[in-house]
């Protein structure tokens, strides 16, 4: 069978990492690059080996040797280029957050849906090998019922009106960078949630600095998370049950370590490295389910997806923060 050929989109930080990680899938090779930069898209195109680079969204869509994109552009871009790669019958691994807005992500899911094309939000700390176990365990009762998750990630960056952290256009801010995380997290262990309270502040140019969210259900199960640009977190994890607790030890989005903490028994350390750079593993994801023929992961499936951004999007109203699409066509 001929391996599945990828398209990266957008040759920024988190591209040149993830590509780097081909060498551990087999079946699937990157072969294109696309950018607003010809130049740019021709640079990466020769560091890491691919066939043709692309001086346009448009054009990729368009490439007849490509099968699946990985889009990596500023969030609010994702949403256009998902429609038109779909529109061209293009499977998608979209990095998170997935798009800037709820309505953006549902409409985005809704024409994956009627299509019937592959799409994936690039949650990778689903798929890493720590947190796996971390599910099978819970599965299995190791803890009981989980009635509690807390969570945190941020990082300290100096303010920086045209960063794309920054930009409230390019869909900076503290929540869609890395709160996107600490929601999922939450959302992947307890599905969603009744309520959404949060607090927080903002930097000059509208984007959020930092963010606390308590989430609620209505049987009492609550998360608590924290994020931030303002100021670094430790990156920590903690599921909490009935009958015991499981410590992610930092940084919980890409752990190689978990600590069992079950009830009137000893710590269990139990470690579980990630392949290559710890993208690999959502590679793997994709490229099996294309060839399965799967519309969805069952890991990260669109409707998770979806209750995510309703989360991200209830807490920026929240905090008065109004992102918003890139309105420019692909």
Not at 52 to 57: D, I, K, L, M, V
Not at 135 to 150: F, H, M, P, T
Not at 245 to 273: K, M
Request: include cysteine; hydrophobic fraction near 45%.
């Amino acid at each position: 069978m001929s391996d599945i050929r990828w398209g990266i989109v957008g040759p920024g930080r988190i591209a040149e990492k993830l590509v780097e990680d081909f060498v551990h899938v087999d079946g699937a090779r990157p072969v294109a690059v696309a950018s607003r930069s010809l130049d740019r898209a021709r640079s990466f195109a020769e560091r890491h080996g691919l066939e043709r680079a692309h001086g346009s969204y448009a054009d990729i869509l368009a490439d007849p040797e490509v099968d699946v994109l990985y889009v990596a552009t500023p969030h609010p871009q994702h949403h256009a280029i998902a429609l038109g790669a779909l529109r061209a019958g293009k499977a998608l691994l979209v990095e998170k957050a997935f798009t800037a807005t709820t309505a953006g992500a549902a409409e985005v899911v809704e024409l994956a849906r009627e299509t019937g094309v592959f799409v994936m939000e690039a949650m990778w700390t689903r798929f890493q090998p720590a947190v796996v176990a971390l599910r099978e365990l819970i599965a299995e009762g190791a803890i009981g019922e989980v009635r509690s998750v807390q969570a945190d990630l941020g990082v300290a960056r100096e303010y920086d009106p045209v960063d794309r952290l920054f930009a409230l256009e390019l869909g900076g801010g503290a929540l869609l960078d890395v709160g996107v995380y600490v929601v999922s997290f939450a959302q992947m262990l307890m599905g969603a949630p009744d309520r959404v309270m949060a607090t927080g502040s903002m930097f000059p140019s509208g984007a959020d600095a930092e963010a606390a969210l308590l989430l609620g259900w209505d049987d009492g199960r609550s998360a608590a998370l924290t994020t931030s640009l303002r100021y670094a977190l430790p990156g920590q994890a903690r599921v909490v049950g009935t009958e015991g607790w499981i410590d992610v030890v930092p940084r919980f989005h890409h752990p190689d370590t978990i600590v069992l903490h079950r009830a009137g028994a000893e710590a269990e350390t139990i470690v579980r490295r990630p392949v290559g750079g710890g993208y690999s593993h959502e590679l793997v994801e994709v490229t099996e389910c294309l060839r399965a023929g799967r519309t969805e992961s069952a890991v990260m499936p669109l409707a998770d997806t979806l209750s995510v951004q309703a989360v991200l999007g209830e807490a920026a109203d929240r905090l008065g923060i109004r992102h918003a699409e890139d309105p420019t066509p692909v």
